[in-house]
């Protein structure tokens, strides 16, 4: 890598090349979308039906369809409504706006302006590159994010050179110990996420040498007095760069850290300085309306060229919904359907009536908590042994029985962990956006109670004893 934090292109060449290197392309049906996934019991195998006529048969199936991937508009009235060129970042149109993803100038912008709603991780990453690209750029605010210094630098090759093989996963074990404030001798990654988790960490050790009991208390404590230092770190630095007074006030976060996801930028907050760019604050209230020719705000109209809608994905909506397709088992039972009053499953990988079906993600195993690659790279490695297991001993399906599923949802369910943030944050995914969680909600948020380095070794001496309790193979 060249940076701490690498750019897009380099991303994006990355991911070919681990395509290339295991023989990804030739393979790959890219630009095609599952219509049905059904299993045929005689042949002990899903026939798979696409939206480009495709009809393929499968043994396996894994669904790695993600979290957060369906783009969630915004609730404004009058938005379908809007004459100018309008577009979700996730869908972003290079062709009207100029530029390309290695973060060339969209000069096709230079005469317009452009409004953008929402200012959360996306938007921030995108609006330094609106305000050096248009005429007028007008953002606009409902939550002001926390936006904490994001420190890149470029990497030392010799130092890369000496890291050990296996380094990636010693930093991700890091990385989620420190997160979820265990004990490790260094910090690793050393970045915001890093830092908050030592400050808490190391108030917890100042209150018990000071004579304190380690329980819920002390850590809420700790966890209270961190995030008040670091919230007015944050708020501070807004001041160091925004000249505008009123701008900066507007712009500092008034709620704790981990009530929405923590934001890092060394640009953004500059933004701001830039004569053309303006925050449209909304009192925590959003856009009232949009018309034809743009947004109204405070009874205040704001004529628009363009309109970016940076509000996110769905979370929590049905799977079915999000991934566009839905799975039938054994005697055609839907997923969506053995889901509905919440998620089933064994590890969060295994789900009974549905042989030979694997859940990729971080719901009813590690949860949110852990870096969301390193629960991929852990699925991949249960998931593997797993096939490995059924080809090796000519079974022809696997699946948890219903007594090893449910003791698993009573296990993870013995606790109350899971979504971050609380009732009295601002409403977003951390919380459920703010509407009180019933069981259906608590049990598709439950993860290991022990948090996930417990899910994760346990995940790993479970498929390491090669008996995979729980699983029937058949």
Same mark, same amino acid.
């Given at each position: ?98 530029? *390309?993803?290695?973060?060339?100038? @969209? =000069? ?7 409004? &953008?709603?929402?200012?959360? !991780? #996306? /938007? ?100 209270? *007095?961190?995030?008040?230092?670091? @919230? =007015? ?7 160091? &760069?925004?000249?505008?007074? !009123? #701008? /900066? ?226």
């Amino acid at each position: 890598p060249s940076a701490k934090y690498v750019p897009a292109p380099e991303i994006h060449a990355h991911a070919k090349r681990i395509a290339t290197t295991f023989g990804l392309y030739d393979k790959a049906l890219l630009s095609t979308g599952i219509e049905s996934i059904t299993w045929d019991d005689s042949a002990s195998h899903y026939v798979v039906r696409t939206d480009r006529g495709d009809t393929l048969r499968a043994k396996y199936v894994c669904m790695g369809t993600g979290p957060l991937h369906r783009p969630k508009l915004p609730g404004i009235p009058g938005l379908q409504s809007f004459n100018g060129h309008a577009f979700h970042t996730s869908r972003w149109d290079y062709a009207y706006t100029g530029g *390309d993803p290695s973060g060339a100038l @969209m =000069s096709n912008l230079t005469d317009k302006r452009v409004g &953008i709603i929402g200012t959360g !991780a #996306t /938007a921030v990453q995108c609006i330094p590159h609106l305000s050096r690209a248009a005429k007028e750029l007008f953002v606009f605010q409902r939550t002001p994010s926390a936006i904490d210094a994001r420190n890149n630098h470029p990497i030392d090759t010799e130092w890369f050179g000496k890291l050990e093989p296996g380094w990636q996963r010693k930093w991700m074990m890091n990385f989620t110990t420190l997160q979820t404030m265990g004990y490790a001798e260094e910090d690793l990654v050393m970045d915001g996420w890093t830092d908050i988790s030592l400050r808490i960490r190391d108030r917890m050790v100042e209150i018990i040498k000071a004579g304190g009991q380690m329980g819920p208390e002390t850590l809420l404590k700790a966890y209270e *007095d961190s995030d008040d230092e670091k @919230m =007015s770190e944050i708020r501070a630095r807004v001041d160091t &760069i925004v000249t505008d007074t !009123a #701008t /900066a006030e507007a712009l500092k976060p008034w709620y704790r850290q981990l009530c929405k996801r923590p934001c890092f930028h060394d640009e953004y907050l500059q933004s701001y300085n830039n004569p053309n760019t303006h925050l449209v604050d909304t009192n925590g209230k959003g856009v009232e309306r949009i018309d034809e020719t743009g947004a109204w705000v405070d009874g205040v109209h704001y004529e628009l060229d363009c309109l970016v809608i940076a509000s996110g994905f769905e979370v929590g909506t049905s799977y079915s919904r999000r991934s566009g397709y839905d799975v039938a088992g054994r005697n055609g039972q839907l997923l969506s359907e053995y889901w509905a009053d919440g998620m089933r499953s064994l590890h969060g990988m295994n789900v009974h009536g549905f042989p030979n079906l694997f859940i990729l993600g971080f719901a009813q195993a590690a949860n949110q908590i852990a870096n969301v690659p390193q629960n991929y790279v852990e699925n991949g490695l249960a998931i593997g042994d797993i096939i490995a297991h059924a080809e090796s001993t000519g079974a022809s399906t696997v699946e948890p029985s219903a007594k090893a599923e449910q003791d698993w949802i009573d296990f993870i369910t013995s606790t109350t962990r899971g979504i971050r943030g609380g009732m009295d944050c601002t409403p977003g995914y951390y919380n459920n956006e703010g509407k009180p969680m019933g069981r259906r909600e608590q049990q598709n948020s439950s993860g290991h109670p022990g948090g996930p380095i417990a899910f994760f070794n346990h995940l790993e001496e479970w498929r390491s004893t090669g008996e995979f309790a729980g699983l029937e193979f058949r």
